[in-house]
């Protein structure tokens, strides 16, 4: 009694694809879901036992048909019949042509395919936020945005720079007192600085305070514990070295 009120697949097929009806109320992507389901399950009447365990529907997109087969050699070969087999497909949907074109893919293909829709998925998100010192978009996690990271960086080289000025003894450790700051930038600064009052020196064009900042940065003691013959000796080492130079590698010289 059930079974007589069932609607036949080819009477769907009809109904869905058929011009003549009206089946705005069927979305399209649920039209072709379906047609795909009935071609694999029609699969082995079309292309027959002798491809049945060697090609299968691998998915459909709109009007074009995507099938998979077992190696290169078998895609070649029903492509140089895509024609036919094309004639083929649309004879079991009722004489309607509905997929309009065939294309023959190997495993190698869909394993490339499916590596690319992995990828894709574990692509990190990215999220924004604001930077809380001038408002700009930045990625969410970051303290600053990279321009006021920059300016922050370049101000601390400048505070860092002065203090050294002041200070010329201090040591990383010392100096995390006044300001938080690598060890890296410390370095860079306070080498910077040594250079430049070296060769200040060594060239003879040093003021008094100059020529004190570089037996403080040489020395790396405080003035009260530098006698006159250590800064007698400091001068004359500094001068007779003709390797020091302003920006180089080297900071003291031959010895």
């Known amino acids: 009694m059930y079974?007589?009120?069932?609607?036949?697949?080819?009477?769907?097929?009809?109904?869905?694809?058929?011009?003549?009806?009206n089946n705005k109320l069927v979305p399209l992507q649920g039209k072709y879901l379906y047609l795909q389901h009935y071609l694999m399950k029609k699969w082995p009447e079309i292309c027959g036992l002798n491809l049945v365990g060697r090609c299968c529907v691998e998915k459909l997109v709109g009007n074009e048909?995507?099938?998979r087969t077992v190696n290169s050699l078998l895609a070649n070969e029903l492509y140089m019949f895509q024609d036919l087999f094309l004639q083929k497909?649309?004879?079991?949907?009722?004489g309607r042509v509905i997929i309009k074109k065939l294309y023959f893919h190997s495993g190698g293909y869909y394993k490339r395919q499916e590596k690319q829709e992995q990828q894709k998925e574990a692509a990190p998100v990215y999220e924004y936020t604001s930077c809380p010192q001038c408002g700009?978009?930045?990625l969410k996690g970051l303290e600053l945005c990279s321009v006021c990271e920059r300016e922050n960086k370049n101000k601390l080289r400048q505070q860092l720079a002065e203090l050294l000025r002041i200070q010329p003894w201090l040591t990383f450790k010392d100096c995390l007192?006044?300001?938080?700051?690598?060890?890296?930038?410390?370095?860079a600064v306070k080498d910077r600085l040594k250079n430049y009052y070296f060769e200040k020196v060594r060239s003879g064009y040093a003021s008094k305070t100059e020529?004190?900042?570089?037996?403080?940065?040489?020395?790396?003691?405080?003035?009260?514990?530098?006698?006159?013959a250590m800064y007698d000796n400091a001068i004359a080492y500094l001068r007779r070295d003709q390797s020091v130079l302003a920006f180089g590698s080297r900071l003291y010289g031959k010895k």
């Open 65 to 67: 048909l995507h099938i």
């Open 177 to 187: 007192a006044y300001y938080k700051c690598d060890k890296i930038l410390f370095t």
């Open 89 to 94: 497909v649309n004879a079991y949907l009722c």
């Open 211 to 228: 020529s004190m900042l570089a037996v403080l940065f040489l020395l790396e003691k405080q003035p009260e514990a530098i006698t006159a």
């Open 136 to 138: 700009a978009r930045m």
């Open 3 to 21: 079974e007589d009120k069932l609607v036949s697949t080819d009477a769907v097929i009809e109904h869905l694809f058929d011009p003549r009806f």
